[in-house]
């Protein structure tokens, strides 16, 4: 299964929390641009309840003008995504996430590019 999204904004900025946390505005907006997105692509369909591989490549700048490497986790942008596929996808469960893989490559793109496969 191949799925591409805007860039997930940082868990960091997922939030709020004055008075009482809550999903920040800039957060919703994305939530509502990937569901957008998500319709868009095709549908697919996991028939057993399997271990998965989840695979995750996001394009984002690497380097500042400067050549200063950005500091930016990838940890920060992987909770958003899989919480949108646990909440968007029917059958997809995160629990079943046996091997995840995530890397950064340099790009102006600001997407994320992933690939889900069943493993036994």
Not at 11 to 40: G, I, T
Not at 42 to 71: C, G, H, R
Request: charged share 30%; aromatic share 20%; hydrophobic share 40%.
């Amino acid at each position: 299964m191949n799925l591409e999204f805007s860039l997930p904004p940082s868990v960091n900025e997922c939030f709020a929390w004055y008075p009482k946390r809550h999903k920040s505005d800039k957060y919703k907006q994305w939530l509502e641009l990937a569901s957008y997105e998500l319709m868009k692509q095709t549908s697919y369909k996991i028939k057993w309840d399997e271990w998965l591989e989840f695979n995750a490549t996001f394009f984002i700048p690497l380097f500042y003008k400067n050549w200063k490497k950005k500091k930016q986790d990838l940890d920060n942008f992987l909770k958003p995504l899989l919480d949108f596929l646990w909440d968007n996808i029917e059958w997809f469960k995160d629990e079943n996430i046996r091997v995840i893989k995530a890397e950064k490559k340099d790009s102006e793109l600001g997407i994320v590019k992933i690939f889900i496969q069943e493993i036994w």
